[in-house]
């Protein structure tokens, strides 16, 4: 790690140190999901686009390939999940966004260096490889880059600075449906090649901020590289290695390493599986639930086909159609952007259930406008999926990217995040295969699969409503004592929540002992000593 000492011996990375390299942190992590979110959105303007279809003709009209060429990316995903969910402990958070990057503009490579003969054939496959091998480095990025900014933040900020990169995603989907529909009025190559090619630029700044930017100090504790945690740990705090609250810090995050198991740093996937007072399976099934949920609500069936969409239901022009999904994602962008305000005001509970009664109502409102059939009735589906993208914007993008980070603990979070992400790009690739299929076969219009998507909506609400507890508000000790309450007193989670009154630093630890919970989440030991010791310096704001 390139840190150097400034004047007052405090360890600087790219110079800086405290507020100021939190926010470099924090732009590695904006610019990596603004990538994903580009990604997201960059196929929906080419894939009907007559330069592709033309270049690789087994995409047009064919519903299945279509689907397949645009799915793949998401199997990519998968892949790279996979990979992190069982090496991710083993190389560590820096080295893996570094080869997520790495591995994502090689696909970007391939794909832009596909030579089409107009029959397709090899062209086509070299292209769908290309798009696989993007999706491998964007499934290990997006399984690492919460976790790392996670451990790398300070417990008062980590949920805001996580919604916001939910809320990126939807600023990278518009970039790219805006550089797709620009570049249609470009040379035939151009049209494809270069919104592909961008997603260079993002991968770039992820690998260039990081060459100077440190490893994850829990971590490095984690496999016994003390003296390099303590470096990053003092440049986080802007204090000195040998100031008294810098050591308290490692010292109790190392005790805490040790009594929750986790020497070594790497977690058995046994442990994930574990009930008891700590429930680390329940609390890994609602975050892989939430994100599976976030995929059938239709969201990328939106947002990948937002274009298609409008040509196939609406009988809009192809150049219409993506101007009005640039449109689309500029609502999208600024709903967004209101979780960063409403996310600790309004709750997490709540905005999942304000989120499935709009998406829900959003998508009824489509499919009842297409059913007639006529041009005017079908102006309300317009509508329909523009309320059903402001909705799902303001509460279900971001939040199955929080929920995740803060309901697992320290000893189960990696490998439980990467389980939430394999879940997300499994249903990912379901939901983006089938789209293409189900537009053409349900009804006149395709309004069948806004039916489909409303039903399955409406099925979110109660479990949601039944086994989401509320977290807002609460520390990661509180949040460990309500899943052991529930557990010690057999009632519902939800219930155990909603009944808990907000503790200080004495009631959670009486609390942990009458449950038979002992607090292991070094996050929360450091909270306590935060609160009740005053050792631990808050990086001054600039």
């Not at 490692?250 to 009930?275: P, W, Y």
Request: charged share 15%.
């Amino acid at each position: 790690m390139g840190h150097k000492d400034n004047a007052s011996g405090v360890p600087t990375f790219w110079g800086t140190s405290g507020s100021r390299l939190q926010k470099l942190i924090t732009a590695v992590a904006t610019t990596d999901f603004l990538l994903f979110g580009y990604d997201q959105g960059v196929m929906s303007g080419i894939i009907s686009a007559d330069a592709f279809t033309s270049d690789f003709p087994e995409v047009k009209g064919n519903s299945t390939y279509e689907g397949f060429v645009v799915s793949i990316y998401a199997v990519g995903c998968f892949l790279g999940a996979c990979f992190i969910l069982s090496f991710g402990d083993h190389l560590g958070r820096r080295k893996s966004i570094f080869l997520g990057a790495t591995i994502m503009i090689i696909g970007v490579i391939i794909q832009i260096a596909s030579i089409p003969d107009g029959s397709g054939g090899g062209s086509t496959a070299q292209f769908i490889i290309g798009r696989c091998i993007t999706g491998i480095g964007n499934g290990i990025n997006t399984s690492t880059v919460p976790t790392y900014q996670a451990e790398c933040s300070h417990s008062h900020n980590r949920g805001k600075l996580i919604c916001i990169e939910g809320g990126n995603v939807a600023i990278g989907t518009l970039i790219a449906y805006w550089i797709d529909y620009g570049c249609t009025y470009g040379p035939h190559a151009f049209v494809w090649r270069f919104p592909i090619a961008f997603q260079c630029v993002f991968a770039m700044v992820v690998i260039i901020l990081m060459t100077q930017l440190p490893e994850s100090p829990r971590w490095l504790l984690s496999k016994d590289r003390n003296e390099e945690a303590t470096t990053v740990i003092a440049a986080l705090n802007d204090e000195r290695r040998d100031d008294p609250g810098i050591q308290t810090q490692v010292a109790v995050i190392v005790d805490a390493i040790r009594a929750s198991g986790h020497e070594g740093g790497v977690t058995n996937m046994s442990d994930l599986l574990t009930g008891g007072p700590s429930q680390h399976f329940r609390r890994l099934l609602l975050g892989a639930s939430s994100q599976m949920m976030q995929q059938l609500s239709g969201c990328n069936a939106v947002i990948y086909y937002f274009p298609i969409l409008f040509q196939t239901s609406i009988g809009t022009t192809h150049n219409l159609a993506l101007l009005l999904g640039g449109i689309n994602m500029i609502v999208y962008s600024i709903f967004a952007t209101t979780s960063w305000f409403a996310v600790e005001r309004v709750g997490r509970r709540k905005l999942y259930l304000i989120g499935t009664v709009g998406q829900c109502l959003s998508m009824v409102l489509t499919f009842g406008a297409l059913i007639p059939g006529t041009e005017s009735a079908a102006k309300g589906a317009a509508v329909g999926l523009f309320t059903y993208i402001a909705f799902f914007g303001a509460t279900w993008l971001p939040l199955p990217w929080l929920y995740p980070a803060e309901i697992n603990p320290l000893k189960t979070r990696a490998k439980a995040n990467a389980t939430s992400t394999v879940s997300n790009w499994l249903w990912n690739f379901f939901i983006v295969m089938i789209t293409p299929v189900l537009l053409s076969g349900t009804g006149q219009s395709g309004w069948g699969t806004y039916l489909f998507f409303a039903i399955l909506n409406a099925m979110f609400f109660p479990v949601i409503y039944f086994l989401y507890p509320e977290t807002a508000g609460r520390t990661l000790e509180e949040i460990d004592v309500i899943f052991a309450k529930g557990y010690a007193e057999k009632i519902s989670y939800v219930k155990a929540a909603q009944e808990l009154p907000r503790l200080t630093e004495t009631e959670v630890q009486e609390k942990a002992r009458q449950y038979g919970f002992y607090l292991s989440d070094e996050e929360a030991t450091v909270s306590m000593h935060e609160k009740t010791e005053g050792v631990l310096s808050t990086p001054t704001s600039d």
